[in-house]
């Protein structure tokens, strides 16, 4: 089946460490994003990449980094430098078609103790 | 810059009642427009879009039509079910600029027996 998938689901950090959420998608989609979402509240753009090693900064990059150097996939790092990086993270795809939309993954709960 | 409004919620509704839930926009440009479902400790689940002024999004009884005149894409449905318990994001997208979507911050939908 196509889609978009996110790991691992669930994951735990001890503060100052850094970790590394995989996407992968098989849509053949050509851009790939990466969202923040804090419990009850709406999602923050934290990177995009637009085509095959180019990426762009969203709202909250900082503490993050991200590569692009296959299309099918987008892996986020959480640096120690997040200060807040408990959250979960939702990774999405949009083909360039002209449709305009945008297809999400399962997402990634990220939980430092 | 572009923005996003929905209505507070939650919005707490007995089952076969009808639902609105209010969503107004702010674009600098002629936005597709889209609601998205999040269901608990899921990804995003595109509902229904719009791609131009005038048009009706729908899916599994929910309908929505892009008004610019008011700037608005409130999403509507008949009669709702327990499994319609979610939260709901509206958002839109602007051809160029990384066509990142914009979300609303969410309204959260309790249906009750």
């Known amino acids: 089946d196509g889609g978009i998938t996110q790991s691992p689901k669930y994951l735990f950090r001890k503060e100052g460490q850094n970790v590394t959420l995989s996407c992968e998608q098989n849509l053949n989609h050509d851009a790939m994003y990466w969202y923040r979402q804090d419990p009850g509240q709406g999602l923050r753009l934290i990177y995009y990449?637009?085509?095959?090693?180019?990426?762009q900064k969203g709202d909250i990059a900082e503490g993050y980094s991200v590569s692009r150097e296959k299309k099918e996939s987008f892996p986020l790092t959480v640096t120690s430098a997040q200060k807040n990086p408990t959250a979960f993270y939702l990774c999405a795809s949009r083909a360039a078609d002209g449709r305009n939309t945008i297809y999400f993954g399962e997402g990634s709960w990220l939980t430092v103790v | 810059g572009n923005s996003v409004t929905q209505m507070e919620g939650p919005v707490t509704l007995s089952e076969e009642a009808f639902l609105t839930i209010n969503c107004t926009y702010t674009?600098?440009?002629?936005?597709?427009l889209f609601w998205y479902v999040q269901y608990p400790g899921e990804g995003l689940q595109l509902l229904l879009k719009a791609t131009k002024a005038d048009d009706k999004g729908s899916n599994k009884g929910f309908e929505a039509t892009y008004r610019k005149e008011t700037t608005s894409f409130h999403l509507e449905k008949g009669s709702v079910q327990v499994s319609d318990s979610a939260v709901y994001f509206c958002?839109?997208?602007?051809?160029?600029?990384?066509?990142?979507?914009?979300f609303g911050t969410g309204t959260q939908l309790k249906v009750e027996l």
């Open positions: 990449s637009q085509i095959v090693n180019d990426f």
């Open positions: 674009a600098t440009g002629y936005p597709s």
């Open positions: 958002a839109l997208i602007l051809t160029g600029g990384g066509n990142k979507l914009t």
